[in-house]
């Protein structure tokens, strides 16, 4: 039976993952820095991690850029998610500190050709998907990236087929590349739907991109996070 170990984790994604819980994911932290990508994972099939997977001893739960302690039982990669490990969920997650705005950029990568496979695109998306017969060739499913000419767009997409629900959508390019990519980072959602349909341009923001489980022959690219300078708290 295998034995468990800890993970110790800078948070960067905390996002919205059916059916009910959140997809969590950061780079393991390290005396050098930043290492490999780690997402925890649920045992259950759907993999999300619930809200009490999630909890700290004093009840709260881990937020984007603190650092966090958790238990696992056993790596679990599958497909282009080889950064998979399944949590020990008989143990709190243990909050070790938290990481500034400059801390950050250590984390950062630089991307110099297309986020992962381009050319395949949704029906409101650019660049947002890729074809489940080419994850294969992929073996990461994670990245921290510093875009250019980021805008969130909130619109009501399906407001002509009479769909009245109203959608946040990052636009950005990134090494010479367009993407236009749905968010699903709760807390920019949050935000952003309060306020009324059109653009929001953000000067200086990371954000950590994820390629999700695959959904209709599709793993579809997912801002997971969107970090600016103020969120990190300067």
């Given at each position: 039976m295998p034995m468990p170990y800890t993970k110790t984790i800078l948070c960067l994604a905390n996002s919205r993952k059916p059916p009910s819980g959140r997809c969590i994911a950061g780079r393991e932290a390290t005396q050098n820095g930043f290492g490999d990508w780690i997402r925890p994972v649920s045992a259950r099939p759907t993999r999300e991690i619930s809200e009490e997977e999630r909890r700290y001893q004093d009840g709260t739960h881990p937020k984007v850029l603190e650092v966090v302690a958790i238990q696992m039982s056993a790596p679990a990669p599958q497909q282009h998610q080889q950064e998979n490990h399944v949590i020990d969920d008989s143990f709190y997650w243990v909050r070790r500190r938290r990481v500034a705005w400059e801390d950050l950029l250590g984390a950062l990568e630089r991307v110099k050709g297309a986020l992962w496979i381009n050319g395949d695109s949704s029906t409101y998306g650019d660049n947002d998907r890729v074809a489940d017969q080419y994850l294969g060739q992929l073996n990461r499913s994670l990245y921290l990236i510093?875009?250019?000419?980021?805008?969130?767009?909130?619109?009501?997409?399906?407001?002509?087929?009479?769909?009245?629900?109203?959608r946040v959508r990052a636009h950005f390019r990134l090494a010479g590349h367009p993407y236009i990519v749905g968010v699903t980072d709760p807390l920019i959602e949050r935000d952003y739907l309060a306020g009324a349909n059109g653009e929001?341009?953000?000067?200086?923001?990371?954000?950590c991109m994820s390629l999700g489980e695959v959904f209709h022959g599709h793993a579809y690219k997912l801002a997971a996070a969107i970090i600016t300078r103020e969120r990190a708290g300067g």
């Open positions: 510093q875009p250019e000419q980021l805008r969130l767009v909130v619109a009501t997409e399906g407001a002509a087929f009479g769909d009245p629900r109203r929001y341009p953000l000067d200086e923001a990371m954000v």
